[in-house]
């Protein structure tokens, strides 16, 4: 499994090794020896989420807040999703500004989104299933959302006249926090 930093610091994209032949393919798709040398995080997967949307369906931006922010890896076992992470963490110098890419069944792309930074992903194509693993259980109480469309963090989804389709929560969820102020 190849590992790289991927936009901002934190992200990490992995891209398995796949090993084809006349019968199909085989690739290892975690590894928590690789995961931790990558990412430099050993908190343990503690819950796996998977997802199944139409084309056009836009879920998130979601995260958690601490105690119970979640750490996300991200992978596509049917489909393709432009999938998103935003940078929240208080003190980075990339606060508010996002990464995106295009990850599906056929290349096999991962993305780890740590702690501190809100999800979310369109789906390209009718019946995409995105699996994720997470460090921590959701949290009602400390799950929060962002506004998909907000016109501060400018996310350029490639939405090419889809009909966009969310959630009533996602619907209304509110702009980007402002950054907090530095304490004197």
């Known amino acids: 499994m190849h590992a790289s930093p991927y936009l901002l610091e934190g992200l990490v994209l992995f891209q398995p090794a796949l090993h084809a032949d006349e019968r199909g393919a085989f690739f290892e ?3 928590a020896r690789q995961f931790i040398e990558a990412t430099g995080v050993s908190a343990p997967f503690v ?3 998977q997802s199944i949307s139409r084309k056009g369906v836009v879920r998130g931006l979601h995260y958690q807040l601490p105690p119970h922010a979640q750490g996300k890896l991200v992978r596509v076992i049917a489909g393709r999703v432009f999938d998103v992470a935003v940078d929240l963490r208080e003190k980075s110098e990339s606060y508010g500004r996002w990464a ?5 069944a056929h290349n096999n792309l991962q993305l780890w989104i740590p ?8 789906a390209l194509e009718d019946d995409t299933q995105i699996l994720y693993k997470t460090t921590d259980y959701w949290h009602r109480d400390s799950e929060r959302a962002i506004r998909w469309d907000d016109p501060e963090i400018d996310i ?3 939405l090419g006249g889809l009909h966009i389709q969310l959630s009533a929560k996602d619907a209304v969820a509110p702009a980007l926090p402002a950054r907090p102020a530095p304490l004197l």
């Open 47 to 49: 819950q796996d989420n």
């Open 115 to 122: 702690p501190g930074f809100a999800h979310g992903f369109l």
């Open 156 to 158: 350029a989804w490639p």
């Open 29 to 31: 798709s975690f590894n």
């Open 100 to 104: 995106g890419i295009e990850i599906s």
